[in-house]
């Protein structure tokens, strides 16, 4: 939101430079988070997130997007709060993936409508927090992360392309 003074408070475009941010942000704190997960080697969150994923796999068998969307988040939250433990950091978090939500909003039936790929890649997380390898799970995560930035990317891309054509007519 930007705020002028005397003339009142707006809803500004998502600018691709706060897009930027929130991914340097997001890969930066979910990374850690995901190393200090599989440093812990614990059984019992690795219980909870594998009925999570079997959670979303059945939401995408239904076309349960809503569903899935919410046991996404719900594991990412979980697995970064009990990780990071810091308000501080996961009120950063929070705020980076909320602007990355946000972004993607526009193009929700877009590149990745199945999300078959997103589980695929959350599974390779489970993995390799599994091996106890951190460098491993962080690497994971990078590129979960990298095919959420690509997606966005070529969203915009297709949406700004959409805009220009209506223009045109």
Sequence with gaps: MDVYPQSG?????????????ALLI??????EAVRRVAQQADAQPLKRLDENLDAQAAAIRDNDMALLDDLDDSVSRHRSSS???SPR????LDSA????????????????????????EHRRIA???????????????R???????????????????????KSVK
């Design 127 to 141: 993995d390799a927090i599994r091996t106890g390898d951190p460098e491993l799970a962080g690497a994971a995560m």
């Design 97 to 120: 993936r909320a602007l990355l939500d946000e972004a993607a909003l526009p193009c929700a039936a877009g590149r990745r409508p199945a999300k078959t790929p997103t589980l695929s």
């Design 143 to 165: 590129v979960h992360i990298a095919m959420v930035a690509r997606a966005i990317e070529l969203d915009s891309a297709e949406a700004e392309t959409q805009a220009r054509s």
């Design 9 to 21: 408070s707006f809803v500004a475009p998502i600018r691709p430079e706060d897009v930027r941010e």
């Design 26 to 31: 997001r890969t930066g704190l979910e990374v």
């Design 89 to 92: 950091a996961q009120r950063l």
């Design 83 to 85: 990780a990071l433990n």
